[in-house]
């Protein structure tokens, strides 16, 4: 690494009418004065991969959650030998992290308490996952008997009679504090298993690079790679109900799908309606409970609660259907790619080799799929079901004049919801006719943080901050985030001469196309995305699978052979580099790309940013079996 720096803290600009910004969030989670020495020795990444927007108050709670259980799993659960947790401040409204090593002189004591751990989980994995999923649906069963009901104007009668001896006001304090218990509850589940797999890719990963030194990460990933996850089941449902519409002759019904009682009358109308109806309302449970977002935001849009969403998927789905294009997800062609890998690097080993070699492989593709798939149960059905009960509290406490906007809950941090709870069941229960306080209180106190996200909202993050180390060697870090030594330092070099128009970043998921680029910053205009254009964005989130059948390609800020970009354009057989540090802010939509996801390169070819064909860090000399895959993956 060179002795290039990122930016301390303290030297980033604020934005012009953020001064005092601090204060949106607790103490702990900004950086200190008294602290400064300290936290200026650490390297941070900003995770823009799982957070690429301000933080709202009360919208920390994912972030505080996700980042304590994460580490808790390394630090805690497992023993990792080498591996703590990994530290977290949000600065300037984004979210930055610093992963933990463990000091050398503990390394030793802890690894037999890992190999105990890990053992025990991997020998019992099919059992222990069930019952994990048990553990995770009892807790959203849970959460959805959750209710935030007005209060009564009296005590009902039978709660007289029966003695009860409550006013009934705990519920909503109770109901409040388990709300949050329960999402705390989710996240620790999170990660049981999670880190448990990247754990078994990441042994079968290191044992491939020692016995093939050569070998490219792709064609490890592709090794191991799942086709029937859970996670893309929604979509699958998507294409299935596209497809039977085509089969019903319903097309005409999907003519204004942001209509959603239009196009649901008009189908139950036509003949062979019903049918379709049928299968509609069988996939919403459990498979509609999935957002365009992360499920990290309060804002995220769900399926369940805007069917506009799902019907325009289904409508362009349709659409390629009647144009004679094949909407599913090449299942065969990946298992038959997979296989042939498999067995041509099967071909060079013998004896123990072999058979460890086989071990560890299947170790990581039993461990894969989970990867991806606790994203569904956590963020998408566990969050909906969350931020769902978050919205139904603010309105309770909206209609009692706490706020201006029916939302605006979410400029409260977690813990002052429960302060003003309790200011209004004490107003309540004494029969104040002057009401609760917080009505003179909060509205301002809002209004001043709203003002405060937007400016933040008008700068994009630093990637890092502080000195980065001679080298990165956590491997959560490389893999999830594809926060390696040689990204960090291509994004120091990011601007220097003979660097302009070319990106280098992570080769993802092979392949090389030339496009038109579409630059997506928010979900919600996922729609504006056209056919064959290639996706440029800070991230990309699992659920955006219905529209990688139109692209061409992905490019995205961050992200590592396993982040959520990087398989799912796998198993869309879709060239992808992640990790790129700057494309969503230098690509500009309209611009011609040459996305090379073998090499991990985007060349913007025209505009002010013109460039030449450069070889990027993800570039690997490939043996062996690694030929004949370039050569079926390139698309151009």
């Known amino acids: 690494m060179s002795a290039k720096s990122f930016p301390k803290p303290s ?5 012009e009418g953020a001064e005092g910004w601090e204060k949106l969030y607790p103490y702990y989670l900004v950086f200190q004065d008294k602290l400064k020495a300290v936290e200026d020795e650490k390297f941070w990444f900003c995770d823009s991969q799982h957070w690429p927007t301000v933080f709202k108050p009360f919208e920390t709670v994912g972030t505080e959650f996700a980042s304590k259980c994460l580490g808790q799993y390394n630090a805690r659960h497992l023993m ?44 019992n994995w099919d059992t222990l996952l069930q019952q994990w999923k048990t553990k995770v649906l009892g807790t959203i069963d849970e959460m959805e008997t959750l209710e935030f ?32 218990q329960l999402a705390y509850q989710n996240w620790q589940y999170h990660f049981e298993f999670l880190n448990l797999g990247y754990i078994a890719y990441l042994d079968f990963f290191n044992y491939c690079k020692e016995i093939f030194p050569d ?16 996670l893309f089941r929604p979509d699958d449902e998507l294409k299935h109900l596209a497809t039977l519409a085509v089969e019903l002759g319903l097309q005409g019904s999907f003519a204004k799908p942001d209509d959603v009682d239009l196009t649901l009358a008009s189908i139950g109308a036509a003949d062979g309606g019903q049918r379709w109806l049928d299968r509609w309302a069988e996939a919403q449970d459990p498979w509609f409970n ?52 498999v067995e041509e690097y099967r071909d060079l080993l013998d004896g123990d080799q072999l058979t460890t070699f086989d071990a560890k492989r299947g170790l990581a593709a039993t461990a894969y799929p989970y990867v991806e798939n606790h994203n569904f149960y956590i963020e998408h059905w566990t969050m909906g079901v969350f931020w769902r009960k978050v919205r139904e509290l603010s309105r309770t406490m909206h209609g009692y004049g706490f706020w201006e906007h029916e939302d605006d809950l979410l400029y409260l941090g977690r813990n002052e919801v429960r302060d003003a709870l309790f200011d209004l069941v004490a107003s309540w229960g004494v029969g104040n006719p002057e009401g609760p306080i917080g009505p003179h209180v909060w509205p301002e106190i809002i209004a001043e943080r709203a003002r405060l996200v937007t400016a933040l909202k008008s700068a994009r993050p630093a990637p ?95 992200g590592g052979m396993m982040s959520h970009a990087a398989i799912v354009c796998r ?58 895959e370039e050569g079926a993956a390139t698309h151009v």
């Open 464 to 558: 890092a901050l502080n000195t980065p180390p001679e080298a990165i060697t956590e491997p959560f870090t490389r893999m999830l985030w594809g926060i390696t030594t040689e990204q960090v330092e291509s994004w120091l070099d990011a601007g220097e001469e003979g660097s302009e128009g070319v990106l280098k970043g992570m080769a993802a998921s092979p392949g090389i196309v030339e496009g038109v680029a579409r630059v997506i910053m928010d979900a919600d205009d996922l729609s504006q995305i056209q056919q064959d254009e290639i996706l440029v964005a800070p991230v990309t989130a699992p659920s955006w699978g219905p529209i990688f059948g139109k692209i061409k390609a992905t490019v995205t800020d961050i």
């Open 149 to 180: 009901k007005p209060l009564p104007d009296m005590v009902p009668m039978e709660d007289i009679i029966s003695g009860k001896g409550t006013d009934g006001s705990e519920v909503l304090l109770e109901n409040y504090d388990r709300l949050i």
């Open 215 to 230: 070998i490219p990460d792709q064609s490890i990933a592709t090794m191991v790679q799942g086709v029937d996850m859970e």
């Open 11 to 15: 030297e980033l600009p604020v934005p």
């Open 290 to 341: 999935f957002t365009v977002g992360n499920g990290f935001y309060g804002h995220d849009k769900y399926w369940n609660e805007y069917l506009e969403i799902p019907l325009g998927y289904i409508a362009d789905y349709i659409r390629r259907l009647d144009e004679g294009q094949d909407i599913m997800r090449p299942k065969e062609a990946l298992i038959a790619e997979k296989d042939r890998i």
């Open 80 to 123: 990792i030998p080498t591996a703590k947790g990994i530290d977290f401040r949000i600065h300037l409204g984004y979210l930055y992290f610093s992963p933990l090593p463990v000091p050398e002189e503990e390394i030793a004591a802890r690894v037999p308490e890992f190999q105990a751990r890990v053992g025990h989980y991997f020998q």
């Open 571 to 628: 198993e869309y057989a879709l060239p992808a580099v992640t990790g790129t540090g700057s494309a969503s802010t230098t690509i500009k939509t309209g611009q011609l790309l040459r996305v090379d996801g073998n090499k991990g390169t985007v060349l913007i070819l025209d505009g002010d940013h013109a460039a030449t064909v450069v070889e990027g860090p993800g570039a690997h000399s490939h043996q062996h079996a690694v030929t004949a």
